[in-house]
């Protein structure tokens, strides 16, 4: 059973940047499409990026942080990234990351979900 553990958030000035780690245990991490998804108090979660298995050679990003983020993976350090630059208030939210068994944006298809970690950005 994969575990992810996510870490890396926490309070960033308007146009700061942070990167998110996902650490994954207990299974093939290399073999699953990893997902970052959001959620903002009182707001449903949504998609920001996914990043395909193996090379990761095919990434999608929500069109709010494309060209902002970047998500990547390292599968010999099993862990998964995401990378947050220029940062907007309207990007607070509890980060989380998941894997799923295909590249998607929807977070029914992810089978594993990390705890998620918050990031606040100030105005």
């Known amino acids: 059973q994969l575990q992810l553990v996510e870490s890396g958030g926490g309070l960033v000035q308007a146009g700061g940047s942070l990167r998110l780690s996902c650490a994954a245990s207990?299974?093939?991490?290399?073999?699953?499409?990893m997902g970052w998804f959001r959620q903002a108090p009182g707001k449903e979660r949504e998609f920001v990026a996914a990043?395909?298995?193996?090379?990761?050679?095919?990434?999608n990003y929500a069109d709010s942080v494309k060209g902002r983020f970047t998500i990547s993976r390292d599968n010999a350090k099993i862990t998964g990234y995401l990378q947050m630059n220029s940062l907007k208030p309207e990007d607070t939210a509890v980060y989380y990351c998941?894997?799923?068994?295909?590249?998607?944006?929807?977070?029914?298809?992810?089978?594993?979900w990390g705890r998620g970690t918050q990031v606040t950005v100030s105005s």
């Open positions: 207990g299974g093939t991490f290399s073999s699953y499409a």
């Open positions: 990043i395909a298995a193996w090379s990761g050679g095919i990434t």
């Open positions: 998941a894997a799923a068994p295909y590249l998607s944006k929807s977070d029914y298809t992810y089978d594993y």
